[in-house]
């Protein structure tokens, strides 16, 4: 969000203004020259992220150096020994001054002190937090602008002209580099942009915009411009160049650079921040298995994943407890993991949980974690058989189990098997019966299903685990009579010619024979010879080919056997 408090002047600011000692509330660069000549490079990370006019927000102009400590912005005023406090949205929270401190311009951080000059050979180190002076560092170099340089612990300061020098905390030079610019007056420390250090130059060029609020990056170890820079002129009109810093804490993930445009004409400060660069990597992406993935066989090869661009190194974290996984894999950017065989084969169905971390920069690393959930057991319990019985209108189910592992028990499921509606024929549970848990020997189970009517049904076992998972046996197909007695019925009419009808009701399923004999035993015909479901049957009987007299028909089904006697007139 970009947010531009600027409003019309007010009579306070009128009367604030005559305060000053000097008549120009700017603090500009009395040397003549021209700027390098460096084109101005306009790119597409100078997003202006957020600005508010300090003048209005702290009643006061002549506001030169500008910092923030992670929580709170802070703004000098360069003609006087204020300093003004704010919040991140840019609320004034209160105005204050340090002792012995007057004049301060660019400001620098370095997580615990604020340090800052007064266009003088000192530096202050300073606390904000109880506004006081903790100490001073003698400089080579007039301090104006100021930058903590946290790989050597020093100080880049200058003034306007100068080369910019890195001072040690004991006032020692470390290094220092010649920039060609001759109206500096801020700089910031970048050790976040690839291929860093940096130091950012914040110059007042010319005077005027465009042209005068030129923030330029030069690469330290060569001290050379890197080609990049940006007129601040674009966004912010009417100005000239003061304090500069940088920041990662105001926008998670991103890296801004920070600092205060003087007004050119006394009237309005403004404080900025840019977008310098997104100083994080995107999160890893595509796993595979695909995040959520279930059903993973528990022999799985390995994991990848795509790394994001500007990734340089990438950790694996690996487990089943997400608050606590284990690094297997980290370093050079790597896209896949094969998964190690302390791990295989995985646990059946379970969840595991591996995270990726990209590290792009110092900045921000990036996490992306996911999950899958491994296959159920396809063998916990191994069945061998599964058997059904009719026995006077009860259904015996009978089963053995080979092994189990994990065996809470059995539902028995049975759905009806309705000729007319088969459609909408549903599984019921009607009974559970207990598991042997983990064993390895033959265990047999059995169940009676008391309560059914005449039909035909089927049964299903659905073998549960105790950690809720289950498979179901095969099914069995089951015929229920109301028929609870072997019956060969006298047959109809009798004494016949030639035709009669027998009717017979088997109390369970078989193999049943219906044959006739003459009176000396002799097989006439097989009427039925095949497996019959329990049941109630009649057939026809034709004798027009047989000569008149007595004989007799036979039903036989498993062991039992009834014969009846019948009469043929002719
Ligand atoms: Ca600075």
């Given amino acids: 969000m970009i947010r531009n408090l600027f409003c019309p002047l007010s009579v306070i600011l009128m009367s604030t203004a005559l305060l000053f000692s000097q008549n120009d509330n700017r603090d500009i660069s009395p040397f003549p020259g021209s700027e390098r000549g460096i084109p101005i490079n306009t790119l597409a990370m100078w997003d202006l992220e957020f600005s508010f006019n300090v003048t209005n927000a702290s009643g006061a102009s002549g506001n030169a150096g500008a910092e923030f400590d992670g929580t709170y912005i802070y703004t000098t005023r360069w003609a006087s020994n204020l300093i003004h406090k704010f919040d991140m949205s840019g609320n004034l929270v209160e105005e204050f001054s340090i002792p012995g401190v007057t004049g301060l311009r660019d400001l620098a951080f370095d997580g615990t002190y604020m340090y800052g000059g007064a266009a003088a050979n000192i530096i202050y180190q300073m606390d904000f937090n109880t506004k006081t002076l903790i100490g001073t560092i003698s ?17 880049w300061c200058g003034s306007w002209t100068d080369d910019p020098t890195l001072v040690s905390r004991t006032g020692q030079t470390l290094n220092s580099f010649s920039t060609g610019l001759t109206h500096q007056y801020g700089a910031a420390f970048d050790d976040i942009t690839t291929g860093g250090e940096y130091l950012w130059i914040f110059d007042q060029g010319g005077g005027s915009c465009p042209g005068s609020l030129i ?42 650079i920070g600092g205060i445009m003087q007004s050119n004409t006394g009237l309005d400060d403004t404080f900025f921040l840019y977008d310098l660069s997104p100083c994080s990597v ?68 379970t969840t595991y949980y ?96 008391k309560n059914v009517s005449a039909g035909t049904y089927s049964y299903r076992l659905k073998q549960v685990d105790f950690n809720g998972s289950f498979k179901f046996s095969d099914e069995i197909r089951v015929a229920v009579s109301t028929v609870y007695d072997f019956i060969l019925s006298r047959n109809y009419p009798n004494p016949f010619n030639p035709v009669t009808n027998i009717r017979y ?23 039925v010879s095949e497996e019959k479901q329990a049941g109630s049957y009649s057939l026809r009987f034709d004798g027009s080919s047989l000569s008149g007299g007595v004989y007799f028909y036979q039903l036989k089904s498993g062991s039992l056997i009834k014969n009846r006697k019948m009469i043929l007139l002719k």
């Fill in 354 to 449: 591996w995270m990726v971390i990209n590290y792009g920069t110092p900045c921000y690393p990036t996490v992306a974690e996911w999950s899958f959930i491994t296959e159920p057991d396809p063998t916990p319990v191994e069945f061998i058989s599964f058997r059904s019985e009719v026995l006077n209108g009860r259904v015996i189910l009978s089963w053995s189990t080979a092994s189990e592992t994990n065996n809470k028990g059995f539902e028995v499921g049975r759905e009806v098997c309705s000729k007319q509606n088969a459609e909408s024929s549903l599984w019921e549970r009607i009974g559970f019966v207990g598991g042997n848990g983990t064993t390895s020997g033959q265990k047999d189970y059995s169940f009676i299903d």
């Fill in 139 to 155: 400089s080579p170099v007039a301090v104006r602008f100021i930058a903590y340089d946290e790989i050597n612990d020093g100080f």
């Fill in 215 to 256: 923030i330029y990056q030069f690469e330290i170890a060569s001290g050379t411009f890197t080609g990049i820079s940006h007129d601040a002129c674009i966004d912010l009109t009417d100005g000239i160049a003061g304090g500069l810093f940088t920041t990662i804490d105001y926008i998670a993930g991103n890296f801004l």
């Fill in 282 to 349: 995107a999160p890893p992406s595509n796993p595979d298995p695909p995040a959520w993935a279930q059903n993973v066989p528990v022999n799985l090869a390995q994991l990848s994943w795509s790394n994001s661009p500007g990734d340089i190194v990438s950790e694996l974290y690996f487990g089943t407890d997400p608050d606590s996984l284990t690094m297997v894999q980290g370093g050079e950017p790597d896209s896949s993991w094969s998964i190690s065989s302390n791990y295989l084969p995985l646990e059946y169905l």
């Fill in 505 to 527: 009701e088997i109390p369970y399923s078989g193999m049943v024979t219906v044959k006739i004999y003459d009176v000396l035993g002799k097989e006439i015909a097989t009427l």
